[in-house]
């Protein structure tokens, strides 16, 4: 059973920046897709970016696109979000998810349905 544990969230003005860390139990290989989720309260959980083992696919939301890069270090087992020029609009929990299926396959919805998810790790950005 795959365990992902997300840090690196807090309170930051507009315009600054975060770097999220999500952990996994197990070695990367394991799973082959690792996205990064977010969700306001009463809002839907909202899909922000996804990469592959490689790093050769990536997919971003329009909204973070030019301002957050996922990365991972499969050595470490660990993936990772870096958010730059933060907005008022970016402030939500959010939630790393890994599966072991293809980035295509679930890139047809959007990389909703992962089966692995953290805990999340709320971020707040002040205006």
């Known amino acids: 059973q795959v365990q992902l544990v997300e840090s690196g969230g807090g309170l930051v003005q507009a315009g600054g920046s975060l770097r999220l860390s999500c952990a996994a139990s197990e070695r990367t290989f394991s799973y082959n897709v690792m996205g990064w989720f977010r969700q306001t309260p009463g809002k839907e959980r909202e899909f922000v970016a996804a990469?592959?083992?490689?790093?050769?696919?990536?997919n971003y939301a329009d909204s973070v696109k030019g301002r957050f890069t996922i990365s991972r270090n499969n050595a470490k087992n660990t993936a990772y979000l870096q958010m730059n020029s933060l907005k008022p609009e970016d402030t939500a929990v959010y939630y790393c998810?890994?599966?072991?299926?293809?980035?295509?396959?679930?890139?047809?919805?959007?990389?909703?349905?992962?089966?692995?998810w953290g805990k999340g790790t709320l971020v707040t950005v002040s205006s």
């Open positions: 990469m592959d083992w490689s790093g050769d696919s990536t």
């Open positions: 998810a890994a599966d072991w299926r293809s980035f295509s396959a679930l890139e047809e919805t959007l990389f909703h349905g992962m089966y692995y």
